[in-house]
């Protein structure tokens, strides 16, 4: 299947249509330097994927933390629920592939592990929540990335086969939860597919990138 005849796009939300990454991992390393460790890029990569309640209770296990993984929790949702709105912009070309998408009556999902607060603040900050048919977050799985759960939910709620969608992510958790749905995945940033086949996995540098390709792909119907 063309990456252009999809009937949906099942979109990642951090790294991949949002810009916070650098801002996470400067609220990353603020929180635990609050509890007088230190968090490395190694550390924060290795993080992607699961929730912040999840990543709370691992930070407070690896470090040593002395007061409740819930505790961490909330002090990590306040440092960045109070500028995550206001602070983070959408990474260059994003919303150009948004318009693209809905101008071309494509429908459009969000399937993130981010916080459902943070996520649907996010889309209706940037006029974004009426394009998207539905909303998949970390309050509304059981698992997270890279299980499929995410992107099962995401096809059901759209009511369309696996073999219908392309899903854009950033990250081996979620390029892994989305290819173990059947779905076929456009890796934004990446320079190469592996270790993922051709098949399952494009791997495309950015948006500008993804918008080439599309274009390319219709000139040639």
Known sequence: MKLSSATAYCLDLDGTIADTIPFL??????????????????????????????????LCKRHGIEVSAEKVYARYMGLISDAYVTQVQMLDGAHRFIEWAVENGKRLALVTSNDTTLAEGFLEANGLMPHFSAVITAQRVNRRKPDPECYQNALAALDIASTEAVAVEDSPPGVEAAINAGIRTIWIGAEHHDPYSPDLVTARKDWHHIHTTLQEELSHE
């Open 25 to 58: 991992f400067e609220v990353y390393k603020t929180l635990l330097s609050e509890y007088d460790r230190e968090g490395t890029k190694k550390e924060f990569n290795e993080l992607m994927g699961p929730s912040l309640e999840e990543i709370s209770v691992i």
